[in-house]
């Protein structure tokens, strides 16, 4: 979701002691990793401390657009703020800060605070075009321990890493790529001026977007090579330190297995683990040999490694999802370069990340096209499309919204044809069950399936439509009428795979001020930042009557969810939010539409291998398969809030402790005393 993404833009800064000038605008452009332009920052300045900016980003039928002024002092830290405009999904946003002498006070739509301060604060606003960025990259620059404290909470650090020349014509200049940490869980890279006052020159996020001034464009690829460089660098050190080598034959002794085919727990028992395979499972206090080394399970609960199966995964979200026991992930979306650079860095162990499983993503061309993946306009494209990702074992294919329908068919049988499944969003005017009939073997998305019953064959899904009709219509939905009840038995018959995403759809319910339902039992573990993100709205709620009314909409979208499991229509657990830390209240969603623990925790392990065909080497605990496996407190099978309690993750024959993760990313230990490995040999 683009609340996640963080957008920068460029900034010129003024000399201190210059005179005030005429009315300057300088325009920015942010361009698509393939180059397109997806929107523009203007920003103006009329004096040494009052600034405006218009920003506006548009992809995917969506995209915030805001407008700001901005008093700043001598030290560059704002003294006042106000931004309004409209979210991501059309939200209004109207946010203020003001600071007079010692007394700063804020204010938004989620939160209103004040702080009696001493010495220099920046304000950390929660929408905001990225001069707010520029401004702290001076205002770092200037400090002398290289420090910014912020508001309401937090440190910020700035730590530079290499310099690159760049040209625009016959004009060059120096620039700097600056890390900085204490915002959100990973750093943020900026390429900088090295002027007496450094500022803001680009930004790019690899596989995403990248913003830069206009006329500078050109310099974009020599720029995203060196801050991957630079990136690799700090993320091989992480993937060192924060694996652990399981040398030799090594037992996890007194464990509870959680059999993921039969739902049930065994007796005590102890698990044989050789070179990242399980290679026996015995009851505990058997002697069978010496070992190499040993895990005392303590009694904990051994599940197979999760799976989350809708994700867009980056280099950095990676460990987020082994912190939080996850594997496997399949990923629905992404830069076709960039994914096949992760798995070439995980296979080689320089990145931390659970293993990936592909898949291909193909959309056609429109003002509301998405643009991971690959674009098609005809059957021509398509084969080209399919073939790339066919050889490169990619087991799936992903329709997205603007696809050409007239081409759904013949697509579907030549992905087939390739070995390929086939899934993905409906594609405007079209219905799920067009596409149901045309060879889909899955689904993504609850909304996807209620608009089957709410849209009409006018409704471009492409446009927000695609969130507020469910959110409307779907609380009168009669889940019990014919129609649904046909089309729940067509699901089961053809055994249409169907991921919910529930987690991410709380957003159409979610009012300002109040912590989205998915993050409440983590939030007072993550980072501030975060947690004043969870209070945020994106959707227009303007009442509280059409509040209860998209409350109840969320609420039959749990039931709907319930009805298919009990159907037999086939289950799988995905997020398409909040690397890692989602997954548990995806499976808490399940719990509530009526599952149970155990039956969730099936759907996240068992039907994860099941359906990305891998079943033959994990998604259960046995002996011959991969020892992807993770060790819980509590009973995950009795209370599925336990599935949070992750106190160590086993895969590729490393032992992972997610303590460890968790305090390099800043989010506080969900347990306190993981189990160690004893080395006896």
Not at 56 to 82: C, H, S, V, W
Not at 188 to 210: K, M, V, Y
């Amino acid at each position: 979701m683009f609340k996640w993404l963080l957008l920068v833009l460029l900034f010129v800064a003024w000399p201190v002691g210059a005179q005030p000038q005429a009315l300057k605008t300088i325009r920015y452009v942010i361009l698509l990793d393939n180059g397109s332009i997806a929107g523009e920052q203007i920003v103006e300045r009329s004096s040494l401390d009052t600034i405006k900016v218009h920003f506006d980003f548009k992809e995917n039928g969506r995209g915030p657009t805001l407008d700001e002024i901005i008093a700043i002092g001598p030290d560059q830290t704002m003294l006042d703020y106000k931004v309004t405009g409209s979210s991501e999904m059309g939200g209004t946003v109207d946010e203020r800060f003001s600071r007079r002498g010692a007394m700063a006070e804020w204010s938004s739509k989620s939160e209103r605070g004040s702080r009696r301060l001493r010495g220099p604060a920046f304000y950390l606003p929660l929408d905001a075009s990225f001069e707010v960025n520029s401004l702290m990259i001076t205002a770092l620059a200037a400090s002398r321990t290289g420090t910014l404290r912020l508001l309401p909470e937090g440190t910020l650090t700035q730590q530079r890493l290499a310099e690159a020349v760049v040209t625009n014509k016959d004009e060059s200049q120096v620039v700097q790529l600056v890390m900085q940490t204490g915002i959100g869980l990973s750093p943020q890279f900026f390429w900088a001026t090295t002027s007496a006052e450094t500022h803001l020159f680009a930004a790019i996020f690899p596989g995403n977007f990248a913003v830069i001034k206009e006329g500078w464009e050109a310099n974009l690829i020599e720029l995203k090579k060196r801050q991957e460089e630079a990136a690799s660098v700090i993320l091989e050190q992480r993937a060192r330190q924060l694996q652990h080598e399981m040398r030799g034959l090594v037992v996890i002794r007194n464990t509870r297995v959680f059999n993921s085919e039969t739902i049930t727990l065994s007796a005590p028992s102890d698990v044989y683990v050789l070179r990242g395979l399980i290679t026996g499972i015995h009851p505990t206090g058997v002697y069978l040999t010496t070992v190499d080394g040993e895990i005392d399970a303590g009694g904990r609960v051994m599940l197979p490694g999760l799976f989350d199966m809708h994700t867009h995964i980056n280099r950095w979200s990676a460990s987020y999802h082994l912190t939080a026991g996850v594997t496997s992930v399949r990923d629905l979306g992404n830069s076709n370069a960039e994914m096949q650079k992760m798995i070439d860095e995980t296979a080689e162990g320089k990145l931390l990340s659970p293993r990936l499983l592909p898949a291909g993503f193909v959309e056609g061309e429109s003002a509301y096209a998405a643009h991971d993946g690959i674009l098609i306009s005809d059957l021509s494209d398509i084969k080209h499309a399919v073939d790339w990702y066919a050889l490169r074992s990619y087991p799936q294919l992903k329709i997205y919204n603007s696809f050409p329908r007239e081409l759904i068919s013949e697509t579907i049988s030549y992905a087939h044809k390739r070995g390929m499944k086939v899934s993905g969003h409906v594609p405007a005017f079209m219905r799920a069950d067009d596409v149901v009939d045309a060879g889909f073997d899955e689904l993504h998305h609850i909304n996807q399936l209620l608009l089957n019953f709410l849209s009409k064959p006018t409704t471009d899904t492409r446009t927000l439509e695609r969130f507020y009709l469910p959110a409307e219509k779907a609380a009168d939905l009669d889940l019990n009428s014919v129609e649904v009840q046909e089309f729940i038995e067509k699901l089961r018959s053809k055994k249409i795979v169907v991921d919910p995403t529930l987690a991410t759809f709380d957003f159409i319910k979610q009012r300002n001020g109040e912590i989205a339902d998915p993050y409440k039992s983590i939030a007072d573990f993550m980072p501030l930042d975060l947690r004043r993100s969870f209070r945020t709205s994106t959707m227009i709620i303007p009442d509280d009557k059409t509040a209860k009314r998209y409350d109840a909409s969320y609420k039959k979208m749990i039931e709907f969810v319930g009805l298919l499991y009990r159907a037999g229509v086939p289950l799988v657990a995905g997020t398409d939010a909040l690397a890692g830390f989602t997954l548990h209240s995806e499976l808490a969603l399940y719990v509530k539409a009526g599952l149970t623990p155990a039956q969730a925790i099936q759907i996240a392990t068992y039907n994860g291998a099941k359906y990305t065909n891998t079943l033959s080497d994990r998604g259960t605990i046995a002996p011959g398969k991969l020892a992807d496996l993770i060790l819980l407190d509590g009973d995950p099978t009795r209370n599925i809030e336990d599935i949070r309690k992750v106190a160590a993750v086993i895969t590729r024959g490393k032992l992972i402790y997610p303590n460890e993760i968790n305090k390099v990313l800043g989010v506080k230990p969900f347990v306190n005393n993981p189990p160690k490995l004893r080395r006896l040999n």
